[in-house]
């Protein structure tokens, strides 16, 4: 059997076959991702650049949030799928920190959106203006111009000023009188809100939450994380002195980069049967939508790449399923009264939902090549 040689992330890659199969060598899905082309060569020729710079921006991130690797982590695969992150925790426990130590990290144009009862959707959007000069109405941008935005409380607001956001979410445009302008790239919202105050309140249709990739709870931190708190954060904040780590021509190129990380067909089964149980479970009157998928797969996709691979496993997508998937599903009024949540009925599919085997290795003459597998000797990082 052939020995694997490290590739540019620290895995090791298989020298391919063009004839008939080789008997007895291993097919894994990362094999079968570097000879898929353009796409899989681009995220090869940029990987070391992308674990680099990844591990810039979650260093500056932990700098701030002191004991949340997961929950930066989770920042971090929303950001390269191209996704909008919604941070859901009580007062107190970093929501809004974790959101501008994630926008200061980059260097990318920031804004912040205070959410409160009488904002307006023109406040976000944008407005034409009557210019007396001109004779002519002149387009003045809202805050939702930026590469990363800020959503604070975004719960406070009317669901008309909600709305304002739905068409920039999913198609990054906004459409003023007819006139549809383009968003600048990357782009990201980072929304809070509180789930325990329901005073002055409007919580997220349906729709609205569709919209956002991942919900995350950073949780109160452990004793020890909490008492290193006070030394950091006791005399100055520390996002006084956070400084851009990466640029937004770097971003890019590792957005770039996630798309081309290879999803094996078992994978994306595996995905459409975690959404697809959502929509029969017994405690849910609401299921998962088709975005979900696409969601979870992209989600996937960007985890595979912050562990250093260029193709995903399905504890990739086990370990985003309840992040992606519980924010979106409503629970039946008897699962309510039986206190289910959403996010136990994700983990109850998720324990009942066959993982896709690894498919065995297609030999013989005329077999152009071997089905692709995680292989008998899975890859290894060196």
């Not at 090869?44 to 949030?65: C, F, H, K, N, P």
């Amino acid at each position: 059997m052939e020995t694997g040689r490290p590739g540019k992330l620290g895995y090791p890659h298989f020298s391919g076959v063009r004839g008939k199969a080789e008997e007895g060598r291993v097919t894994t899905y990362d094999d079968q991702a570097s000879r898929g082309g353009a796409a899989a060569r681009a995220y090869g020729s940029v990987g070391e650049d992308l674990t680099a710079v990844v591990d810039r921006v979650r260093g500056s991130v932990e700098d701030v949030i002191e004991g949340k690797p997961e929950v930066v982590r989770l920042s971090l695969t929303v950001l390269l799928a191209e996704g909008h992150l919604l941070i859901e925790d009580v007062p107190g426990v970093g929501k809004t920190m974790l959101a501008k130590a994630l926008a200061r990290s980059i260097d990318c144009s920031v804004r912040r959106i205070q959410f409160t009862p009488d904002l307006l959707p023109s406040d976000i959007t944008g407005v034409s203006i009557w210019d007396q000069q001109r004779r002519d109405f002149e387009f003045k941008p809202g805050a939702i111009f930026a590469q990363v935005v800020i959503g604070d409380e975004i719960n406070r607001a009317s669901p008309k000023t909600q709305s304002a956001l739905l068409e920039s979410m999913e198609e990054r445009q906004v459409t003023i009188d007819g006139q549809t302008y383009e968003l600048p790239s990357p782009f990201m919202v980072v929304a809070t809100q509180n789930p325990v105050e329901m005073e002055g309140t409007y919580p997220l249709p349906e729709a609205q939450r569709d919209r956002f990739m991942a919900r995350v709870s950073i949780g109160y931190p452990s004793p020890e994380a909490e008492l290193q708190m006070l030394d950091v954060h006791g005399g100055v904040s520390p996002l006084d002195d956070l400084q851009p780590v990466a640029h937004a021509h770097e971003i890019l190129k590792l957005i770039e980069a996630v798309r081309g990380v290879h999803v094996a067909d078992p994978i994306r089964r595996y995905a459409v049967d975690l959404v697809a149980a959502t929509r029969t479970h017994p405690d849910l009157r609401l299921g998962a939508s088709p975005r979900a998928t696409l969601h979870l797969l992209r989600a996937a996709k960007a985890s595979a790449a912050l562990s250093g691979r260029d193709y995903a496993l399905p504890d990739d997508v086990q370990a985003l399923a309840v992040a992606v998937l519980a924010h979106r599903l409503l629970p039946t009024a008897q699962a309510q009264l039986n206190r289910r949540t959403s996010e136990q009925v994700v983990q109850e599919i998720l324990q009942h939902t066959p993982v896709p085997a690894e498919p065995r290795q297609q030999t013989g003459l005329g077999v152009g090549r071997g089905a692709p597998g995680y292989g008998q000797q899975p890859p290894r990082r060196l």
